[in-house]
């Protein structure tokens, strides 16, 4: 593959990829939560609990700005604060049972929507969307 065709590719993943997320993504509007909340709640949701830190790097912002996030969680009882017992002094944030449900709530009904797009497809158009997201994944890979 020549340069010119990796970077017509990546082209055009990229606005595929971009273009796929703000469709579904309208699903969370019902959470009423904005994008980096969701996003945050997300990773405590499906990575475990964190430290600020490790929740600050994932999301790629500084620690203030998680901070902020995080006690905005806090007061929606979606997240709660706990002490690290690996750290004395440090804490660790965890999803709580309302966020989680609230998180799985919200990626039922995007992949409600996902499906239903997917019906729109003849069958090979779906099994090469399946080859393809088994490639995509590989690409998500650091």
Not at 78 to 86: G, H, W
Request: net charge positive; hydrophobic share 50%; no cysteine.
């Amino acid at each position: 593959m020549s340069r010119n065709d990796s970077l017509d590719l990546a082209t055009q993943l990229h606005a595929a990829a971009i273009r796929l997320l703000r469709a579904v993504r309208v699903a969370d509007d019902e959470t009423g939560l904005s994008a980096p909340k969701l996003s945050a709640l997300s990773v405590l949701v499906f990575g475990g609990p964190q430290s600020l830190k490790a929740l600050a790097r994932a999301e790629q912002v500084t620690a203030p700005t998680m901070s902020k996030l995080v006690a905005d969680l806090e007061a929606a009882g979606l997240a709660a604060k706990r002490a690290d017992p690996a750290d004395k002094r440090g804490v660790v944030i965890q999803v709580t049972a309302k966020g989680r449900a609230l998180m799985e709530a919200g990626r039922r009904r995007r992949l409600a929507l996902l499906q239903e797009r997917l019906g729109r497809l003849s069958k090979a158009e779906r099994d090469q969307l399946a080859a393809a997201a088994g490639l995509m994944a590989k690409l998500a890979q650091p």
